[in-house]
């Protein structure tokens, strides 16, 4: 019997130094571990602004080439020259209604800044009035009765033509085109 107890007593002291030993080899671990990592965060964080910087910065030619052709038409009018306006046809649209043949017809008509001279302006928009037909004509027939009646309605929609074509005539500059006024306003 007393050589099973001194057997066991040299055991339960290596299991307490084993645990001791293994509990600072992981805690080092864990410690070599973070430094590491932040290491080579840092590292990755300076490789990436490096190259960042080296890249050069990508050229749109095609946004470039249509602000250019709108500048074109800007004008060098003094300050206090008065804003123009330019009538579209009229346009006529079913209403997206289920069961009923409900139709809208409008006539539009642009008020343009007057930093667009209105001779050149009139030729740039008849050059375009067809991409600005068909959009009208799309977004109208998107349209629901009670989304056409009513004066807030109406606001609303004037609002979405001029922000709209602005951005159909004039991408990625000043827009130009002041308010939108409806002429004739006819649902049947």
Do not use: H
Request: include cysteine; charged fraction near 30%; glycine fraction near 8%.
């Amino acid at each position: 019997m007393a050589d099973e107890e001194k057997k066991e007593e040299p055991k339960e002291e290596s299991k307490d130094e084993e645990s001791t030993s293994g509990k600072k080899g992981g805690l080092v671990g864990w410690i070599i571990t973070f430094v590491v990592a932040i290491v080579c965060a840092g590292g990755g964080y300076g490789l990436s602004g490096l190259f960042a910087k080296a890249a050069p910065p990508k050229v749109d030619k095609e946004a470039e080439e249509k602000k250019a052709e709108t500048e074109a038409y800007l004008s060098d009018s003094p300050k206090g020259a008065k804003p123009w306006t330019f009538p579209l046809e009229a346009i006529t649209s079913n209403l997206n209604e289920r069961g009923s043949t409900r139709m809208i017809q409008i006539t539009v008509v642009l008020e343009l800044s007057a930093d667009m001279d209105d001779e050149k302006g009139k030729k740039f928009l008849t050059d375009k009035v067809i991409r600005l037909r068909d959009w009208l004509g799309t977004y109208l027939a998107g349209l629901k009765l009670e989304q056409v009646s009513g004066s807030m309605n109406q606001t609303r929609m004037k609002s979405d033509i001029r922000e709209n074509f602005n951005e159909i005539l004039f991408p990625d500059t000043k827009p130009l085109i002041q308010r939108v006024m409806l002429k004739d306003f006819i649902i049947q």
